[in-house]
């Protein structure tokens, strides 16, 4: 009996030591997963992938092949009317169902001189020291890596880093002799960053291949908390220039300042007219369609938002009024100026009337929304406002038949799309998240941002969800974009979960 007794309690000592290694060491190899991914993201940066770039998307697509397969990943370059795309799977199998992810690998232009570093492809390691960004040289990192350390770089967090996250995350799956639960398809677009124009028809052509029970983006950063994120939506865009005429040539202001009509001013009128004073459209009908129900709003609502952290983050007092709160108010589609040109400004200032004025106008939309119909109601409402509407500049003859010409050009339109949050596939990554970081998860209704998924959702008929994985602040598209080193462990936990556990 005192011998039972003996391994019984030995046996128990084995099993609470063995649950113990058993918690320790994914995060030792987890560790050790992140110190190769920061190395295997520093060659990935060190190829340019400006998205005007066609020889850089080439070079990425061709480092992409080679990862892919050393993966065991059967891959393609699919053509398209613009950019290649870059598809990979592993091998199927028909009783499983499907994963498709979706990345992007081309990044945004780099102006050098705006950046605290002298190449933005080559990475740099920073920890910040009293408020100050001091380089380290990576021979400091060892493979206890400080999560609070980031890496400095051109698309370190937009979108090569979770494409990386993604391919280290399969090496450690197969380390640990994991067996995928799903198919696994990955598609990875190689012009994201200027509006992805060939992706609609590129699905519909490669329909088949694409084929999956749904879909997740990972792209762009997690709520501000910091808390796993899981987003339903993102709105779409589309765009507008605007231009105003006076004078046929720059005019001596003192000569002509009370004669020459001035296409500033013009211009700023017609844009005027377009918000009240407290940022709500005012253009008829640009509203309609969107309801927003008590049970929504409750949804709304649970996002851990702080409206004095953003007002302080942004530095302004009060917000538009376009919905009572900042969740709510990216339930409706936007107007907005983001460039506005005429004339000279600072040291260059002229003494003159300029001969035009330009802005250049974003719309956000939403699901209800569509982008045509709405930039039909911003011409209708410029001409309601007494301008003779063109699509060209206009010539001597026809600046002198009409008092007020302005010029409209229409840039594309990239839809909004948005899954119901009672999904099916939604739960499941709800639910996984939850078991993975024993953190509540932030459910987001639809993102401020755009990514261009309505062709997956329109054409294949699929749920899509952003699985967010970088720092909130990583300053994308920005000078000096930047990646915390603990969102790589972050992300390689998130696809860790989502690949190793079955839907109930």
């Given at each position: 009996?005192?011998?039972?007794?003996?391994?019984?309690c030995?046996?128990?000592?084995?099993?609470?030591n063995?649950?113990?290694?058993?918690?320790?060491?994914?995060?030792?190899?987890?560790?050790?997963?992140?110190?190769?991914?920061?190395?295997?993201?520093?060659?990935?940066?060190?190829?340019?992938n400006?998205?005007?770039?066609?020889?850089?998307?080439?070079?990425?697509l061709?480092?992409?092949?080679k990862?892919?397969?050393?993966?065991?990943?059967?891959?393609?370059?699919?053509p398209?009317?613009?950019?290649?795309?870059?598809?990979?799977?592993?091998?199927?199998?028909?009783?499983?169902?499907?994963?498709?992810?979706?990345m992007?690998?081309?990044?945004?232009?780099?102006?050098?001189?705006?950046?605290?570093?002298?190449?933005?492809?080559?990475?740099?390691?920073?920890?910040?020291?009293?408020d100050?960004w001091?380089t380290?040289?990576f021979?400091?990192?060892?493979?206890?890596?400080?999560?609070?350390?980031?890496?400095?770089?051109?698309?370190?967090?937009?979108?090569?880093?979770?494409i990386?996250?993604?391919?280290?995350?399969?090496?450690?799956?197969?380390?640990?002799?994991?067996?995928?639960?799903?198919?696994v398809k990955?598609?990875?677009?190689g012009?994201?960053?200027?509006?992805?124009?060939p992706?609609?028809k590129?699905?519909?052509?490669?329909?088949?291949?694409l084929?999956?029970?749904?879909?997740?983006?990972?792209?762009?950063?997690v709520?501000?908390s910091g808390?796993?994120?899981?987003?339903?939506?993102?709105?779409?865009?589309?765009?507008?220039?605007?231009?105003t005429?006076?004078?046929?040539?720059p005019q001596?202001?003192?000569?002509?300042?009370?004669?020459?009509?001035?296409?500033?001013?013009?211009?700023?009128?017609?844009?005027a007219?377009m918000?009240?004073k407290?940022?709500?459209?005012l253009?008829?009908?640009?509203?309609?369609?969107?309801?927003?129900?008590?049970?929504?709003?409750n949804?709304?609502?649970?996002?851990?938002?702080?409206?004095?952290?953003?007002?302080?983050?942004?530095?302004?007092?009060?917000?538009e009024?376009?919905?009572?709160?900042?969740?709510?108010?990216?339930?409706?589609?936007?107007?907005?100026?983001?460039?506005?040109?005429?004339?000279?400004?600072?040291?260059?200032a002229?003494?003159?009337?300029?001969?035009?004025?330009?802005a250049?106008?974003?719309?956000r939309?939403?699901?209800?929304?569509?982008?045509?119909?709405?930039?039909n109601?911003?011409?209708?409402?410029?001409?309601?406002?007494g301008?003779?509407?063109m699509?060209?500049?206009?010539?001597?003859?026809?600046?002198?038949?009409?008092d007020?010409?302005?010029?409209?050009?229409?840039?594309t339109?990239?839809?909004?799309?948005?899954?119901?949050?009672?999904?099916?596939?939604?739960?499941?990554?709800?639910?996984?998240?939850?078991?993975?970081?024993?953190?509540?998860?932030v459910?987001?209704?639809?993102?401020?941002?755009?990514?261009?998924?309505?062709?997956?959702?329109?054409?294949?008929?699929i749920?899509?969800?952003?699985?967010?994985?970088?720092n909130?602040?990583n300053n994308?598209?920005?000078?000096?974009?930047?990646?915390?080193?603990?969102?790589?462990?972050?992300?390689?936990?998130?696809?860790?979960?989502?690949?190793?556990?079955?839907?109930?």
């Amino acid at each position: 009996m005192k011998n039972l007794v003996t391994c019984l309690c030995l046996f128990l000592f084995w099993i609470n030591n063995a649950q113990e290694l058993k918690v320790e060491t994914p995060e030792l190899e987890v560790k050790a997963q992140v110190r190769h991914t920061i190395d295997e993201l520093r060659e990935f940066i060190a190829i340019p992938n400006d998205a005007l770039d066609h020889s850089d998307i080439n070079r990425n697509l061709s480092w992409l092949t080679k990862k892919f397969n050393e993966r065991g990943f059967n891959s393609s370059v699919l053509p398209t009317e613009g950019e290649s795309l870059f598809f990979a799977a592993l091998p199927m199998q028909d009783d499983k169902p499907t994963i498709l992810f979706y990345m992007h690998f081309d990044g945004q232009s780099v102006d050098p001189s705006k950046w605290d570093q002298p190449d933005p492809y080559k990475v740099v390691l920073k920890a910040k020291e009293n408020d100050i960004w001091k380089t380290h040289s990576f021979d400091d990192l060892k493979e206890d890596v400080n999560y609070d350390w980031r890496l400095f770089g051109r698309s370190t967090s937009d979108d090569k880093g979770p494409i990386v996250m993604f391919l280290n995350t399969i090496d450690l799956l197969k380390k640990n002799s994991v067996e995928i639960p799903f198919n696994v398809k990955v598609i990875l677009d190689g012009e994201e960053e200027k509006s992805s124009a060939p992706l609609p028809k590129a699905v519909k052509e490669y329909r088949e291949l694409l084929e999956a029970d749904f879909l997740i983006i990972s792209d762009g950063p997690v709520h501000s908390s910091g808390n796993p994120t899981i987003a339903y939506g993102a709105r779409g865009i589309t765009s507008l220039t605007l231009t105003t005429y006076g004078p046929i040539n720059p005019q001596h202001s003192g000569h002509y300042g009370n004669y020459a009509p001035n296409p500033g001013f013009q211009l700023a009128q017609v844009l005027a007219s377009m918000k009240d004073k407290e940022g709500r459209v005012l253009i008829d009908g640009y509203y309609n369609g969107i309801t927003i129900d008590e049970s929504t709003k409750n949804i709304l609502n649970s996002v851990p938002d702080d409206a004095g952290t953003i007002n302080t983050h942004l530095a302004i007092k009060q917000p538009e009024k376009v919905g009572s709160f900042y969740q709510e108010a990216l339930q409706y589609p936007s107007l907005n100026i983001r460039g506005l040109a005429s004339g000279w400004v600072g040291e260059k200032a002229r003494t003159i009337v300029p001969e035009s004025a330009t802005a250049e106008i974003d719309i956000r939309l939403v699901p209800e929304t569509d982008g045509n119909r709405l930039k039909n109601l911003v011409k209708k409402h410029i001409e309601n406002e007494g301008y003779f509407v063109m699509t060209e500049v206009p010539d001597v003859s026809q600046r002198m038949k009409h008092d007020k010409i302005i010029t409209i050009t229409e840039g594309t339109v990239t839809d909004a799309f948005r899954t119901d949050l009672d999904n099916l596939y939604g739960n499941f990554l709800v639910d996984t998240f939850k078991n993975t970081f024993s953190e509540d998860v932030v459910q987001i209704r639809i993102m401020g941002g755009t990514v261009p998924i309505a062709p997956f959702v329109n054409e294949l008929k699929i749920p899509a969800f952003l699985v967010p994985l970088v720092n909130p602040d990583n300053n994308q598209h920005s000078p000096n974009e930047n990646l915390k080193i603990g969102q790589i462990a972050y992300g390689i936990e998130a696809f860790y979960g989502i690949l190793s556990n079955k839907m109930e």
